[in-house]
Nanobody
């Protein structure tokens, strides 16, 4: 079992920045996909960004060029630096980790972009 704890959400004005963090604990495997999905009100959960053990990153087109995913393997932590935020980035952001054919989810952190 893997436990994921997110932090860093909040309210920010359009054009602002936030950094999300997600720390994993438990049965950590060195081979993984680690990252973030998001779910806006009334919409399905969608990919934001992921990173693999081999540092392969994947971004949705809607965040590419504005968001940057990174990780610290020593801390089992993944980060999402979000710049140039737009109102349409408002969503609950969920941390996810896939390893050994299992996918784990965090509880979610709210990001609200509004003036």
């Amino acid at each position: 079992q893997v436990h994921l704890v997110e932090s860093g959400g909040g309210l920010v004005q359009p054009g602002g920045s936030l950094r999300l963090s997600c720390a994993a604990s438990g049965s950590i495997n060195k081979w993984y996909v680690f990252g973030w999905y998001r779910q806006a009100p009334g919409k399905q959960r969608e990919l934001a960004a992921t990173i693999t053990t081999r540092s392969i990153t994947n971004y949705s087109d809607s965040v590419k060029g504005r968001f940057t995913i990174s990780r610290d393997n020593a801390k089992n932590t993944v980060y999402l630096q979000m710049n140039s935020l737009k109102p349409e980035d408002t969503a609950v952001y969920y941390c996810m980790r896939t390893q050994v054919e299992n996918t784990y989810w965090g509880q979610g952190t709210q990001v609200t972009v509004s003036s």
